[in-house]
């Protein structure tokens, strides 16, 4: 019983410093800067080649 709460209290050690390492904050990484926004494309026009004589 007693090396099964070992297990359990390693694997919440390795999971709390997982969850504190990938937030970022404390690795001193600055932020992604925000996306652009995506330019306005233009309709093409349809060719309806079934009905071309």
């Not at 019983?1 to 404390?26: E, P």
């Given at each position: 019983?007693?090396?099964?709460?070992?297990?359990?209290?390693?694997?919440?050690?390795?999971?709390?410093?997982?969850a504190?390492?990938?937030?970022?904050?404390?690795?001193?990484?600055?932020?992604?800067?925000?996306?652009?926004?995506?330019?306005d494309?233009?309709?093409?026009?349809?060719?309806?080649?079934?009905?071309?004589?």
């Amino acid at each position: 019983m007693k090396k099964l709460i070992q297990i359990f209290a390693l694997a919440g050690v390795a999971a709390t410093a997982l969850a504190l390492s990938s937030c970022g904050c404390s690795s001193g990484e600055a932020t992604a800067p925000p996306l652009r926004k995506l330019p306005d494309f233009k309709e093409l026009p349809t060719i309806d080649y079934a009905n071309e004589k």
